[in-house]
């Protein structure tokens, strides 16, 4: 009971700061109706950039986001967040509550405060409806148009984000969806009461809009988009040092377990994301400033992996691990890259020990069965493919091995399920009716023949 007691006043303000500081919903689209937009947005931005999907950062920032989602009232929408590979300094949230930001300024942060700082920051903007509240003055323009301007004004600056608005503002219409300053006030008070409630200090939202706003300084053509949509960095620079001043003692340090969480995403995000010669720069100087550091060490192996010198990113993989034993993500790269270089028993053993520490970690799985694919073993490659399913049911690559190895083993029926599945996933109908009327023709399985058929009348369900 004491637990409730404490909880209960920090959901009963949070409420009432959602429900009376946030925008009158009568002038808000539906629910419905910002649900509809965020699916059309989401596919807009998925036809023309790129989502990093590697499962140890995507996890790591949505178990952030999950962690600040914990303390905000009862909400309409299911949160998810996702890192752009983009190397501008930006973040956005769209309607409906997807969040987004870049890998650059992901990149250019401390630790896991500053990043859920901004992240926060975004859910308030969600919570609030304040896009949707903007969308509303725009009815004329429909859904479908809406979610070009938007993803094109959310992405910013470039030539793909420039197609898409002027692609969308072919009938002359227009839409501001930059924050006003109101918006921004309550985003950040919002935001700043999400943190504190969620076991951060907030201070991590103060720092993070301070190294964006230092990129203005790099000229007019690197103002990051951020400062566009977001504006008034100054004032809040000011409200938010105020505000921790008044309240710092309610908030409190992540706990330290966290650090190594950031930074390992960090290094991954680096590694294997931003321009190789920065990477590549960045991790010889961590290694010469820090010779004990086990990420320093990893990431510069995953870096090196990553251009092709993998005996060389074997022996720095083995260097991490001399001074972090037993972590399953180093163990995992070194199985992966024995597996290209050929060297399948050490593959084996490595991949093996990965999922002994770590279970569910699906690329581990994956790169199992592949090696046992190449020694021969195709039913343990079977058993494999379906374990990464399980831990990732969208894992298209694990599909596709996984249907290629039944056509090896001989069920033509399971083999044309699953390559029809991934042709599916692939937005390839062609292939995919070629191999899903197949498997109908072969499989025994009426529960897999009836989603085959189902597949096949509702192709983009």
């Given at each position: ?338 597996f290209f270089d050929r060297q ?28 046992q694919i190449a020694t021969k ?67 025994k399985d009426p529960k897999k ?13």
């Amino acid at each position: 009971m004491r637990n409730i007691k404490k909880t209960f006043p920090i959901f009963a303000i949070l409420t009432l700061l959602t429900g009376f500081i946030c925008c009158d919903k009568a002038f808000c689209i539906s629910v419905n109706q910002e649900k509809e937009l965020s699916r059309k947005i989401m596919i807009q931005i998925l036809q023309h950039f790129d989502v990093i999907e590697d499962p140890v950062i995507s996890q790591y920032i949505q178990k952030v986001g999950n962690k600040i989602v914990s303390v905000v009232p009862a909400q309409p929408f299911a949160y998810h967040f996702y890192i752009l590979n983009q190397s501008s300094y930006n973040a956005f949230a769209v309607p409906g509550g997807n969040i987004f930001i870049n890998s650059g300024l992901v990149g250019a942060l401390s630790d896991e405060e500053e990043l859920a700082g901004i992240l926060a920051h975004e859910v308030a903007h969600v919570a609030c409806r304040h896009i949707s509240q903007k969308i509303d003055r725009s009815k004329k323009i429909n859904i479908a148009t809406l979610a070009g301007i938007a993803a094109g004004i959310f992405l910013g600056a470039g030539p793909m984000a420039g197609a898409l608005v002027t692609g969308s503002l072919a009938a002359g219409q227009s839409l501001s969806l930059a924050y006003s300053r109101e918006d921004e006030t309550e985003a950040d008070r919002l935001g700043l009461t999400y943190l504190t409630a969620a076991g951060y200090s907030g201070t991590g939202l103060l720092n993070s809009l301070k190294k964006i706003r230092t990129r203005q300084w790099f000229g007019s053509e690197q103002v990051p988009t951020y400062l566009n949509t977001h504006p008034a960095s100054e004032q809040r620079i000011s409200y938010i040092g105020s505000w921790l001043q008044r309240n710092g003692k309610k908030g409190k340090k992540a706990p330290v377990s966290s650090g190594y969480n950031f930074k390992r995403a960090q290094t991954r995000l680096i590694a294997l994301y931003a321009q190789q010669d920065t990477a590549i720069a960045k991790f010889k100087t961590k290694i010469a400033k820090f010779p004990n550091s086990s990420l320093a060490h990893y990431g510069y192996g995953l870096v090196l992996d990553r251009i092709g010198n993998r005996k060389k990113a074997i022996l720095y993989f083995k260097k991490a691990l001399e001074k972090t034993a037993f972590e399953p993500y180093i163990l995992a790269d070194i199985g992966r890259t024995y597996f290209f270089d050929r060297q399948f028993n050490k593959a084996f053993s490595s991949l093996k020990g990965s999922i002994s520490i770590a279970p569910d970690y699906s690329e581990s799985h994956f790169f199992l069965g592949q090696t046992q694919i190449a020694t021969k073993r195709l039913k343990e490659a079977l058993n494999s493919f379906e374990k990464v399913i399980r831990i990732k049911k969208d894992h298209n690559q694990a599909i596709y091995f996984l249907g290629k190895t039944y056509g090896k083993l001989g069920n033509l029926g399971n083999a044309h399920f699953y390559l029809g599945l991934y042709y599916k996933n692939e937005h390839n109908l062609k292939n995919m009716a070629f191999h899903l009327q197949k498997a109908i023709k072969y499989l025994k399985d009426p529960k897999k023949r009836a989603k085959a058929e189902e597949m096949l009348k509702k192709p983009f369900s």
